[in-house]
T-cell receptor, first 113, second 112 residues
């Protein structure tokens, strides 16, 4: 079951610009996580934001969470060519007895030099 | 180095020939999980394990088996592979199912 949906599906920007990706989800969550995947490789955990948090920073990453709208955004500032990758949000729906992450289909980000 | 190791990285096999994809983690994580990734469908969970001898189905368990006899290992078994199991497979581990996951590098499986 797909819980999170990223928007846009693809994003292409110039190096140095900021990139914003959005994630919407359907059910109550414990937390929301963002991951990066370079082409065909394993996903790398970027940041986790808990349901009682509204904003979190990590280096050039800024994540916001609006539980009333069931949405999150990932902002990458001062983008670099190395940021080219797919970005996924993952949520853990509040389901009794289950602990699992459900991933969206990702946003493919291309940084042009 | 903390890591999740999957083997093999690439595998081409024929329909019906049993295979095992191994997964091992060195972080003493209790939670381990298998996902498959397909174009247009994203990552879908196959099976997960919350601890030794504790496994449960994910969203797409049909055609797969798992076992968790030791904390560090979580092999994925395809008893009779079919072409619709051609996919990119990832093993992941974490302290709990709700904390950040560490992923393996993936196994690209082709069933002909």
């Amino acid at each position: 079951s797909q819980q999170g949906e990223e928007d846009p599906q693809a994003l292409s920007i110039q190096e140095g610009e900021n990139a914003t990706m959005n994630c919407s989800y359907k059910t109550s969550i414990n937390n929301l996580q963002w991951y990066r995947q370079n082409s065909g490789r394993g996903l790398v955990h970027l940041i986790l934001i808990r349901s009682n948090e509204r904003e979190k920073h990590s280096g050039r990453l800024r994540v916001t969470l609006d539980t009333s709208k069931k949405s999150s955004s990932l902002l990458i500032t001062a983008s670099r060519a190395a940021d080219t990758a797919s970005y996924f949000c993952a949520t853990d729906p509040v389901i009794q007895g289950a602990q699992k992450l459900v991933f969206g289909q990702g946003t493919r980000l291309t940084i042009n030099p | 180095e903390a890591q999740v190791t999957q083997n093999p990285r690439y595998l081409i096999t024929v329909t019906g020939k049993k295979l095992t994809v191994t997964c091992s983690q060195n972080m003493n994580h209790e939670y381990m999980s298998w996902y498959r990734q397909d174009p247009g469908l994203g990552l879908r969970q196959i099976y997960y394990s919350m601890n030794v001898e504790v496994t449960d189905k994910g969203d797409v368990p049909e055609g797969y088996k798992v076992s968790r006899k030791e904390k560090r290992n979580f092999p994925l078994i395809l008893e009779s592979p079919s072409p619709n199991q051609t996919s990119l497979y990832f093993c992941a581990s974490s302290w709990t199912g709700l904390s950040g996951y560490t992923f393996g590098s993936g196994t690209r499986l082709t069933v002909v």
